[in-house]
């Protein structure tokens, strides 16, 4: 059955990279501006956090579609370890942006529990499955761990751990939509999926930026 309008588009580099790419320089250039007036060390130190993780989130998007635009589809093991590395980066930047942009090694472990789990659930399943148990368990996991760290404490990391929590609700609502719907209905889960892209993409350094008016 060939794909729908919206599954087509989603997987076209249309949506992937280039209205990533689009959303990501948006976000980026609105959180530099919303920070022009912090003080001048302030702002150079989260200048610089906003715009490395701009530059990840863009390689992000341009890599780790299926067809990767320029190059076509990569080849093993590159195809699992390239998505991989970036879903665990785009989960890091979370956890990192919550402890106040400071490693820890508790940060480091905490973005390997929600993979681990995922693929011992999901084994020998297609991976649509896999995705829809990644987001639902990152969604448990980040409460969780906001709580025990006492971090829900802090509004900056209350409003970063919210945007997670964003992305995360609408990328489980659209994969539900396209598991439990039939053709051509199903569709529709594609077209809301490009929403919860453009946030996670594009909104990361904005977020930053404002939560950091509230944080150290």
């Known amino acids: 059955m060939s794909a729908g309008f919206f599954e087509s588009f989603y997987q076209s580099p249309i949506q992937h990279p280039v209205l990533l790419w689009l959303s990501n320089l948006l976000g ?5 501006v919303s920070i022009r007036t912090l ?3 302030k702002r150079s130190g989260l200048r610089n956090f906003i715009l490395l993780w701009a530059l990840i989130s863009a390689l992000d998007a341009w890599l780790s579609a299926n067809q990767v635009f320029g190059l076509g589809v990569l080849s093993a093991p590159y195809s699992s370890i390239v998505p991989f590395l970036f ?3 785009g989960d890091y930047r979370i956890f990192l942006a919550m402890d106040s942009r ?3 090694s ?5 973005c390997f529990v929600v993979p681990i789990l995922a693929g011992i659930l999901t084994r020998g399943q297609e991976p649509r499955i896999l995705f ?3 987001e639902a368990l990152f969604l448990v996991w980040i409460l969780l761990y906001s709580r025990f760290t006492n971090l ?3 509004p900056a990391a209350r409003m970063i751990r919210n945007l997670s929590l964003g992305f995360y609700t609408l990328w489980v609502v659209a994969d539900l939509l396209i598991l439990s719907l039939s053709p051509p209905w199903n569709d529709l889960g594609f077209a809301v999926r490009v929403i919860p892209n453009l946030i996670y993409y594009g909104a990361f350094g904005l977020v930053c930026a404002r939560a950091w008016r509230l944080g150290p």
């Open 28 to 32: 980026t250039t609105l959180a530099l």
């Open 39 to 41: 003080e001048s060390e």
């Open 87 to 89: 879903v665990w980066a």
């Open 102 to 104: 400071k490693f820890s």
């Open 106 to 110: 508790r940060g480091v472990a905490a």
């Open 132 to 134: 829809l148990v990644y």
């Open 152 to 154: 829900n404490k802090e």
